[in-house]
C-alpha cells in the first residue's frame, strides 16, 4: 500500500519523478538509481534526502518531458513555511491557468478510467500501481488550482482588475 504523501512537498515531488521517469533519466539526471529516489519519496524514511542538486537536475527533465514544476513548488512551499507567510506571487493568465486546471481534472478521470477497466492490470479492482497513478493526477490539479488561488490573492493584494486575461 502507497504511503500517503503531503502535496507540494520534497517527498510527493520525489514520488511523482519515480512515476514518470525511466530509470534512465533519473541516473542520467543524478548519476542515482530509481530506488534511491523511491526511499527519498518516502516521508518515512528520514535516512534519505534528496539533495538540492539532484532535485534541479530531475526538476529540469521533468520541465523537459512537459510536466508542472514539482520540486521548485516543493522548495517555494518550504520556504513560505519558514517564512510564515506566501512569497509574493505573480499572476499568470488566469483564463490559460483555468484551462490548464480543467485538463488536469480531466486526467483524473482518465486515470480512474485506466485503473478500473477490465483489462487493467487489476482488472476492475485498483491495484497500488494505479492508486499512484490517480493520486498523481489529482496532486497535479491540485497544483494547478493552488496556483489559481494564489493568482487570485495576489489580484487582491494590488487591486481591482478590469481585464480577466491580465491580472495586472
Known amino acids: 500500500m502507497t504511503k500517503p ?10 514520488a511523482f519523478a519515480v512515476a514518470v521517469l525511466s530509470d534512465d533519466d ?9 530506488s534511491l529516489l523511491r526511499r527519498a519519496s518516502d516521508p518515512d524514511d528520514h535516512a534519505v534526502e534528496i539533495r538540492c542538486v539532484d532535485a534541479a537536475a530531475l526538476e529540469a ?22 517564512l510564515g507567510h506566501a512569497i509574493n506571487h505573480q499572476p499568470g ?26 483489462d487493467s492490470p487489476g482488472g476492475e479492482a485498483i491495484i497500488p500501481y494505479e ?23 495576489a489580484i487582491r493584494k494590488k487591486g481591482n482588475v478590469t481585464n480577466i486575461n491580465k491580472a495586472s
Open 131 to 153: 492508486c499512484d497513478q490517480v493520486e498523481t493526477a489529482i496532486c497535479e490539479a491540485i497544483e494547478v488550482l493552488e496556483a489559481k488561488r494564489r493568482d487570485i490573492q
Open 5 to 14: 504523501r503531503k502535496a507540494r512537498t520534497f517527498h510527493s515531488a520525489a
Open 26 to 34: 533519473v541516473k542520467g539526471a543524478t548519476g542515482k538509481s530509481m
Open 61 to 82: 527533465v521533468l520541465l523537459g518531458h512537459g510536466h508542472a514544476p514539482q520540486f521548485l513548488t516543493a522548495f517555494q512551499d518550504a520556504v513560505e513555511q519558514h
Open 93 to 118: 493568465n488566469l483564463l490559460e491557468r483555468l484551462a490548464d486546471a480543467v485538463e488536469k481534472v480531466g486526467n483524473i478521470s482518465a486515470e480512474l478510467r485506466a485503473a478500473t477497466h477490465p
